[in-house]
């Protein structure tokens, strides 16, 4: 208020805050209106959506998943009953396993009966029956058994003869090591006692390898090695 010409002049202030009041720029400061508080950015909606909303499996995936299990179990038990079959014949087919000698009792005593019984008569003689030892010998001996002893029986034949020699052979024990459905093989323990005429008799020892061979029902010795 100032006074003018004799006149008092009231100046009214101006509205707004005081320059320099910083409660009245706080009090006057213009908010933000409603609209724009409540508007968000789509693209943020849509993220916190993706985020929060699990991918839906698509239908029928979880019975291909227990078809798939379940095929591989089959695989599994598969090859794994292929595996045991294949053990199973190794098993069988091992040396000890195919070895009658090991299993067959009776076969086992008939093959040592029939060489026990060959031997006897192939290498026992007398000096008035070396004939009947070698007819023996072409009924019990084949193949490389018989080619040798042919070869050496001569001369057994005409020392019989001229020493007046009885050879009496005992198998002491035979043993079949190896036996199939058709062939076998013996360790043999043999003693032989030689006799001449005038003289004392003498004993010796012999042990043979023989390999025999079933022929028409019966075992012939087809093999004779001396150890």
């Given amino acids: 208020m100032r006074r003018q010409g004799g006149a008092t002049a ?33 693209a943020t909606d849509e993220t916190a959506t993706d985020e929060t909303v699990p991918d839906e499996a698509p239908p029928g995936a979880g019975h291909r998943r227990l078809r798939l299990v379940a095929w591989t179990l089959v695989a599994a038990l598969l090859v794994a009953g292929g595996g045991l079959f294949v053990m199973g014949r190794q098993l069988r087919d091992t040396p000890a396993t195919s070895n009658a000698a090991l299993t067959d009792s009776e076969a086992t005593t008939r093959v040592a009966g029939d060489v026990t ?47 007046k020699l009885t050879l009496t052979t005992h198998v002491v024990r035979a043993g079949v090591t190896r036996l ?16 001449r005429r005038g003289k004392t008799a003498s004993t010796a020892a012999a042990q043979l390898s023989v390999t025999a061979q079933l022929r028409d029902g019966r075992w012939t010795i087809v093999e004779i090695t001396s150890r």
């Fill in 10 to 42: 009231v100046t009214t202030p101006t509205e707004g805050p005081a320059a320099g009041d910083p409660v009245a720029e706080a009090l006057t400061t213009e908010e933000p209106a409603a609209e724009d508080l409540a508007t968000e950015d789509p």
């Fill in 117 to 163: 019984n060959a031997l006897g008569k192939v290498f026992s003689y007398s000096p008035s029956a070396t004939a009947v030892t070698k007819e023996s010998a072409k009924q019990l001996l084949a193949g490389k058994a018989l080619q040798q002893y042919a070869a050496l029986f001569g001369q057994v034949e005409k020392q019989a003869a001229e020493q």
């Fill in 180 to 195: 199939t459905d058709d062939s076998a093989h013996l360790l043999v323990f043999l003693d032989q006692v030689y006799e």
